[in-house]
């Protein structure tokens, strides 16, 4: 049995749909099963938080293979380890972390640096585990649509940085193959979409397919900071992304890998594609 955490999220439930047109049964870990978006007879789900010892041991039994991800929190790292202990206690064969690009040994930024840790402590636990490491996230753009939709525009401290940006959903397919299938033990992939883009022709190709002009808008780190200050009230957090896009900015995530075609035998999607998929939302000609 397959245990998926983070199924409310956006990798864990790409990762969720992916399993279910492999015809697979597997369990979530949810803090809330009303804000599950896929419902099946397939999906056991199991309600808890992963902060709580017992809900987690609970979903972990009978558990074989599980895929850890959560979104980014000051407590993420102690919460993700202490995940990986209890699966292990549990037999737990095979663990899948979702990690990032940027984790490394000498990562200074908190967010990768803790994923690396998060690593270490996976690895040295004894159980097999695969670790995924994507690039910048195409969902991340879905931030911007309102602006995009409104002003034709929208502003990132990135200045004229490449990342090569992956479709959540890409991310989701290469976690289910590798929870359901063999030869992933020990190894560690980074994922990126089809083409290293500047924000400039991001923006260009997003207005091609959705028919309006986009202007990227390179803004100043301290603007950044003061817009997401609006919007994130967590000071641990706001730092943590400022520096995270500091070294983005620098250029961490220039790198483009063939991982997500060797993974699944076919192109990842590109910035086309995730475009017409929600092209309502940017304000498209279906808009
Ligand atoms: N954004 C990027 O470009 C990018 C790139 C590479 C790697 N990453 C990594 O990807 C991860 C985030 O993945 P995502 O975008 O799929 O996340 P997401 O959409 O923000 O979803 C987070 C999920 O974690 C769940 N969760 C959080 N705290 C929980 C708790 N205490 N107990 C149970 N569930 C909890 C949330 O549940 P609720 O619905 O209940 O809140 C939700 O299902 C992060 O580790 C990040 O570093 C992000």
């Given at each position: 049995m397959i245990l998926l955490t983070g199924a409310t999220g956006r990798v864990g439930r790409a990762t969720a749909s992916a399993l279910l047109n492999a015809g697979l049964s597997f369990r979530v870990l949810v803090?809330?099963?009303?804000?599950?978006t896929l419902t099946d007879s397939r999906i056991e789900v199991i309600t808890g938080d992963l902060g709580e010892t017992q809900s987690v041991q609970r979903a972990l039994e009978g558990i074989e293979r599980a895929l850890i991800v959560m979104g980014n929190h000051p407590d993420q790292a102690v919460i993700e380890r202490q995940f990986a202990t209890l699966a292990r206690e549990a037999g737990v064969a095979h663990v899948v972390k979702i990690s990032?690009?940027?984790?490394?040994?000498?990562?200074?930024?908190?967010l990768p640096r803790n994923h690396y840790e998060t690593e270490q402590h996976i690895a040295a636990s004894g159980m097999d585990w695969t670790f995924l490491r994507p690039n910048f996230?195409?969902?991340?753009m879905l931030m911007y649509a309102e602006s995009i939709k409104r002003t034709g525009s929208f502003a990132l401290p990135l200045g004229a940085a490449l990342t090569a940006m992956i479709d959540t959903q890409d991310v989701g397919d290469v976690a289910a193959a590798v929870l359901s299938g063999?030869?992933?033990?020990g190894k560690i992939y980074e994922l990126t979409g089809p083409d290293l883009m500047s924000f400039h022709e991001v923006a260009r190709r997003l207005a091609d397919v959705i028919g309006h002009n986009v202007c990227y808008v390179e803004q100043a780190p301290e603007e950044f900071r003061d817009t997401l200050e609006r919007f994130i009230a967590s000071r641990w957090q706001l730092d943590a992304v400022c520096e995270l896009f500091a070294e983005i900015a620098a250029g961490s995530l220039a790198y483009r890998t063939g991982s997500v075609h060797q993974l699944l035998g076919r192109a990842p999607a590109n910035i086309e594609s995730f475009a017409q998929r929600y092209a309502a939302i940017f304000g498209g000609d279906s808009g």
């Open positions: 803090r809330d099963p009303a804000k599950l990032s690009m940027e984790a490394s040994a000498d990562a200074s930024a908190v996230y195409m969902q991340n063999d030869g992933h033990e």
